[in-house]
T-cell receptor, first 113, second 112 residues
Framework: DSGVTQTPKHLITATGQRVTLRCSPRSGDLSVYWYQQSLDQGLQFLIQYYNGEERAKGNILERFSAQQFPDLHSELNLSSLELGDSALYFC????????????FGPGTRLTVL | GENVEQHPSTLSVQEGDSAVIKCTYSDSASNYFPWYKQELGKGPQLIIDIRSNVGEKKDQRIAVTLNKTAKHFSLHITETQPEDSAVYFCAATQDNNNDMRFGAGTRLTVKP
């Protein structure tokens, strides 16, 4: 158990819909990272928040957004969903930045029908 | 940006043999190289990491080597066991750049 929690574990929805994925980091970690894992793209970095502020952006679509709240939990919002958004979404946390050990959560499997 | 290539994509070994997975990176500024193990239905789990000021690091049956000049790093697993079967990912990142890039993964199968 990494100490990072993610909900829900599974999510099935239809094209055009909007969903919210939730992540709670390990106690003491200030940074939260979101990753997308698909069969054809592998593990891709989406976005990082540090202590409530956006710190870095990767290959995140404009339809996707995230935020980190004062209690340090984070949410990833995916809107206008397309079939190609079906993937595993992982949250990870670390103390400060990406050169600190990142601990991954169990992931949310999103299926868009 | 950084590009990480990982080989082989699949690796099958007999229990007790050694397994080696290799990665190359493109950005000479990268200075942190973690390795993750991902079991079916789970998130990636860090198994070992190395920083650019070190050439080799070992933790029991697992070791990682780094060649900064050639820009490649390798994972070595000795005395493999069936529970080592999983997908292994290498990654590279650097200070003040939080876009960690992952290799495509190696599916390791250890046959009893």
């Amino acid at each position: 158990d990494s100490g990072v929690t993610q909900t829900p574990k599974h999510l099935i929805t239809a094209t055009g819909q909007r969903v919210t994925l939730r992540c709670s980091p390990r106690s003491g970690d200030l940074s939260v990272y979101w990753y997308q894992q698909s069969l054809d793209q592998g593990l891709q970095f989406l976005i990082q928040y540090y202590n409530g502020e956006e710190r870095a952006k990767g290959n995140i679509l404009e339809r996707f957004s995230a935020q980190q709240f004062p209690d340090l939990h984070s949410e990833l919002n995916l809107s206008s969903l397309e079939l190609g958004d079906s993937a595993l979404y992982f949250c990870a946390s670390s103390v400060y930045d990406s050169t600190d050990t990142q601990y991954f959560g169990p992931g949310t499997r999103l299926t868009v029908l | 940006g950084e590009n990480v290539e990982q080989h082989p994509s699949t690796l099958s070994v007999q229990e007790g043999d050694s397994a080696v997975i290799k990665c190359t990176y493109s950005d000479s500024a990268s200075n942190y190289f973690p390795w993750y193990k991902q079991e079916l239905g789970k998130g990636p789990q860090l198994i070992i990491d190395i920083r650019s000021n070190v050439g080799e690091k070992k933790d029991q049956r697992i070791a990682v080597t780094l060649n900064k000049t050639a820009k490649h790093f390798s994972l070595h697993i000795t005395e493999t066991q069936p529970e080592d079967s999983a997908v292994y990912f290498c990654a590279a990142t650097q200070d003040n750049n939080n876009d960690m890039r992952f290799g495509a993964g190696t599916r390791l199968t250890v046959k009893p």
